[in-house]
């Protein structure tokens, strides 16, 4: 891909747009009837659109739906998710680079009202 602007130059942009082609393939599969599969196709299409953590997120949570409806295949899933992880990561540390001042949860230990 030709880089014209300064956002093509991002390798989180990149891999979105490469998580966008990868997703057209499950939902080549997918009947597109189903809410997830126009959902998961928004939410992909998002990612690069916005630069949007929480559309990867989303998209996380569908390719668990498309599963869960056994649509799809655990090793599919396991693909879409590294991917997914990834841009997540690439996401989060533009943000932490471009904002120091924004809020953002670091990593921490959950407990439950047992412990």
């Not at 997830?36 to 953590?53: E, K, Y």
């Not at 990561?89 to 230990?109: A, D, H, N, Q, W």
Request: neutral net charge; hydrophobic residues 40%; contains cysteine.
């Amino acid at each position: 891909m030709q880089t014209i602007f300064d956002h093509d130059k991002l390798q989180v942009y990149q891999a979105a747009i490469q998580f966008v082609g990868w997703a057209d393939t499950i939902l080549q599969k997918v009947p597109k009837g189903l809410a997830v599969s126009g959902q998961l196709d928004r939410a992909s299409t998002s990612i690069p659109l916005n630069i949007a953590r929480g559309s990867a997120l989303e998209s996380a949570a569908c390719l668990d739906v498309l599963l869960a409806k056994k649509q799809i295949t655990e090793p599919e899933t396991v693909e879409g998710k590294t991917i997914l992880a990834r841009i997540v990561s690439m996401l989060v540390g533009l943000i932490k680079s471009t904002s120091p001042s924004r809020v953002y949860e670091e990593p921490g230990e959950y407990r439950t009202g047992n412990d």
